[in-house]
């Protein structure tokens, strides 16, 4: 199995800062969100009262990392770690919380965030701009449609080059499902992932409603490509003659290729795979990513 930093060296730059936001991100289990967790910080906390404002009053100025340029800065890749800085902006009232830091990322997927510094100022927030921007309504946080439809009448690389970065990402979402399934998805039969499926004894994967994330969109002569993210559960082997059991998580990195179907529409491959297995029973309290001083 390639290590994660060889998936995300074939990323694209803007590909690769949309991946490490959504490792930063990511949902923890059981625990409190990145973003308030930087605000208990203990320099965080001290700069934040030298300006008058309790840090829980802060509101994160931040809904699709993707799509904000100025969040994750570009990586740099040194032996078995890369690190990129990050810039996270809070609002309250006329006040504007800015704090930068860098991400550190593992060759086993893993974040850690560190190296904060804070200022300050009373810019009006941009952040309704950039959404919109973006084809994102900046109240409801919904994008404009699109037609599905139309990707049928049109070469689809066409269809998709028309429609805002959200919209993209929506349309890949649909091509993907379509394409390899939702329980039991076709890229699990993939070389890379079979051997440790079989090794763990893991059969019938299946998602949650909203369990695969589709990245930024980059367009490479007549055809394009997308990071997409699946996260899958299952049971193992001996689950099946034990109460107790062993429930696996499998999460897998995709970097697809999408091209022109000559009948029409969409087509999907993988250009790229990364994967991560562990058992629910042994998940940690306070999961990657963490803060660290």
Not at 17 to 44: N, P
Not at 84 to 96: D, M, V
Not at 121 to 136: C, D, F, K, N, T
Not at 250 to 269: F, Q, T, Y
Request: net charge negative; proline share 5%; charged share 25%.
């Amino acid at each position: 199995m390639n290590g994660y930093l060889t998936f995300l060296k074939s990323l694209s730059e803007y590909q690769q800062r949309a991946a490490i936001g959504r490792l930063a991100f990511r949902e923890r289990w059981g625990g409190s969100s990145l973003e308030e967790d930087i605000l208990k910080d203990q320099a965080v906390f001290a700069f934040s009262e030298t300006i008058e404002v309790k840090p829980r009053f802060w509101k994160f100025d931040l809904k699709h990392y993707a799509e904000e340029p100025d969040v994750i800065g570009v990586p740099v890749f040194s032996g078995d770690q890369c690190i990129a800085p990050f810039s996270f902006h809070y609002e309250q009232l006329n006040h504007r919380l800015v704090i930068t830091g860098i991400i550190y990322i593992d060759d086993d997927g893993s974040a850690m965030i560190g190296t904060l510094a804070c200022s300050s100022s009373q810019e009006e927030s941009r952040s309704r701009r950039r959404l919109g921007l973006a084809g994102i309504n900046p109240d409801t946080l919904e994008t404009l449609s699109y037609t599905a439809e139309l990707s049928l009448k049109i070469p689809y690389l066409d269809y998709i080059k028309a429609l805002l970065p959200q919209q993209r990402r929506e349309a890949i979402f649909d091509l993907a499902r379509l394409g390899w399934g939702t329980d039991n998805p076709q890229f699990l039969d993939h070389p890379k992932l079979v051997p440790e499926l079989h090794r763990l004894g893991i059969s019938d994967l299946a998602q949650t409603c909203e369990a695969h994330q589709v990245g930024p969109v980059e367009f490479k002569g007549r055809r394009c490509t997308a990071p997409l993210t699946y996260t899958l559960y299952g049971e193992g082997e001996w689950s099946k003659y034990d109460e107790g059991g062993f429930g696996y998580v499998v999460e897998v990195h995709i970097l697809a290729g999408i091209d022109n179907k000559p009948s029409g529409g969409g087509d999907i491959s993988i250009e790229n795979i990364w994967f991560r297995i562990d058992s629910i029973d042994d998940q940690e309290e306070n999961p990657i990513p963490l803060l660290v001083s």
